[in-house]
């Protein structure tokens, strides 16, 4: 059973999926959680504190699948390809993972720097260069120990051209639409206004 926090979690972000951040309402969030609304207050402070919470949890979820899907595919010589397909296929699946890798967040979507760090604030979500450089360590620490050996040099370039190249895909996609093995795109209704609303892009 998920904890309390990660419930308030869960049902943000499926509020998320038909509403945009700014309709979203901590009362309706504790109340499709299950649990009381000071108890939501309890465990994020306030809805800023809610919002850089979701965004770092999208973070951690993308980096967690780094490592699972290079883990997989390494003993079938799988690499730098992997690496960019769950990249792209990730940043379809999640609004908030492709806000994170490509710095641009729609007007509707939570903003990772919605609230200070404290008592309540999880940590600050990476910005997307630090994303590409915490994704491009991971995936060479994860194939360098792979029973095959690389050059780290050339595989590091490797990996950060595959991730540079899966960011391009995910900014301007291929209008015939996913590749073999990538999932059709999962928009929340927070991404789709993206496409509608102007954009602000964040510093990387």
Not at 39 to 67: H, I, P, Q, W
Request: with cysteine; net charge positive.
């Amino acid at each position: 059973m998920p904890s309390a926090r990660e419930a308030l979690l869960d049902s943000a972000y499926a509020a998320l999926t038909t509403l945009p951040w700014t309709a979203v309402r901590m009362v309706d969030v504790a109340a499709a959680a299950g649990v009381s609304r000071q108890t939501l207050y309890n465990e994020f402070g306030s809805k800023g504190g809610l919002a850089r919470a979701l965004v770092r949890r999208a973070a951690d979820g993308y980096l967690d699948g780094v490592e699972r899907t290079l883990g997989t595919h390494l003993a079938e010589g799988g690499g730098p390809a992997e690496l960019a397909r769950w990249t792209v296929r990730a940043a379809h699946g999640d609004v908030l993972v492709k806000a994170l890798i490509t710095g641009v967040w729609g007007d509707h979507l939570p903003r990772p720097d919605a609230a200070p760090a404290g008592r309540y604030g999880a940590p600050a979500p990476p910005t997307p260069t630090d994303m590409l450089a915490l994704v491009r360590d991971r995936a060479v620490a994860v194939l360098g120990a792979g029973p095959s050996p690389r050059d780290p040099v050339r595989l590091e370039l490797c990996c950060e051209v595959a991730l540079r190249l899966a960011l391009s895909y995910t900014l301007v996609p291929a209008d015939s639409g996913p590749g073999p093995g990538i999932t059709a795109p999962n928009r929340t209704a927070a991404d789709r206004s993206h496409r509608r609303s102007p954009v602000r892009s964040t510093p990387a």
